[in-house]
């Protein structure tokens, strides 16, 4: 099925372009360049660049875009990053583009659902081994996207700063936390590249949903990537981001402001988190509001920890927040 050019506006926590009058802050939707043209069809392989191929899984939803891009890199002996989900068709789709290449490695950005389950197919057909920062980290948090994938354990764990090598590529680890505890990045040093997973994506801003994930985590990962060489981040949802430097440093203002309105919130004696989402999200799809309460708790927490906002007991989606006491 060709699915030509798409636009999901809805599906995203930030939709572009879009004024927020209830803030006193600024318009931060519309300071994320989001990139969202996408031409492609499900079961078939695109390639993008000498050295990078990808098949898009028919797992489209309000945290995938599309579904999940699972990429091929490499020509004759080739590493997979992100089997995907375990989806009949996808599995399929990559097996019959991976005729007649060895697959040397197995790579997994991180544990949700979305990304890892199908690589246990990829392994029984290919005998490789599975690469990844670890198991899922635990302590929940993962009910508002696709879920965790508690099954998945690496063969071999990579940690920062690793680098494999096949015919021709050349693979980096960056251990990225903050979507979830055990994410990581991939470097293609031959391409100039970089496979940011669920970290860094174009088409929308990421979920961050505690406990696993973390706001300070991410914000400090994201601080990291704005500093990379690399002039393209190919994601696991949605088109290439040329440009990454300016994007990620977007997505930090962006994050920022978002704590200016929660902050302002908190002003305005809105004390409980649906209520600031009420406010803060009030143009985007109630069906997501589960997610940004979870992203809203994650800015929270970050701020207790701060001293910008407190909290009496523990930060919780329940929680009563006020400002910092003086
Ligand atoms: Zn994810």
């Not at 991180?110 to 290919?126: G, I, M, N, Q």
């Amino acid at each position: 099925m060709s699915l030509g050019s798409h636009n999901t506006t809805q599906y995203s926590l930030c939709p572009p372009g879009r004024r927020r009058t209830q803030s006193r802050t600024t318009d931060i939707a519309a300071a994320i360049p989001f990139r969202r043209a996408l031409e492609f069809s499900y079961g078939v392989c695109d390639t993008l660049s000498p050295l990078i191929r990808r098949v898009i899984a028919e797992n489209p939803g309000p945290f995938t875009f599309h579904g999940t891009g699972t990429y091929i890199v490499g020509r004759g002996e080739v590493a997979v990053i992100d089997a995907g989900p375990d989806l009949e068709s996808h599995v399929a789709a990559l097996k019959r583009e991976l005729e007649g290449e060895t697959v040397s490695h197995l790579l997994v950005t991180h544990t949700h659902l979305d990304h890892s389950p199908a690589v246990r197919h990829l392994k029984e057909a290919s005998g490789a081994k599975t690469y990844g920062f670890g198991p899922h980290g635990g302590g929940g948090g993962d009910e508002v996207e696709a879920g965790a994938d508690r099954d998945f354990m690496p063969d071999v764990t990579l940690g920062d700063g690793d680098v494999i090598e096949g015919a021709g590529w050349t693979l980096e680890a960056l251990h990225t936390p903050g979507h979830t505890s055990n994410h990581l990045c991939f470097a293609l040093h031959e391409e100039n590249a970089l496979f940011s997973g669920d970290h860094v994506m174009g088409w929308s801003t990421t979920v961050v949903s505690p406990p696993d994930g973390d706001m300070a985590d991410y914000m400090a990962s994201l601080a990291r990537l704005s500093l990379r060489p690399e002039t393209v981040f190919w994601p696991t949802h949605g088109p290439a981001i040329d440009a990454p430097g300016e994007f990620t440093s977007a997505l930090i203002d962006h994050r920022g402001a978002r704590e200016a309105e929660i902050a302002e919130c908190l002003e305005d004696g809105l004390t409980r988190i649906p209520d600031m989402v009420r406010r803060m999200y009030a143009d985007v799809d109630p069906v997501l509001h589960g997610a940004a309460a979870r992203s809203v708790l994650a800015h929270l927490i970050h701020m207790v920890r701060t001293g910008r906002a407190a909290c009496t007991g523990a930060p919780s989606g329940a929680g009563e927040f006020t400002p910092p006491a003086d």
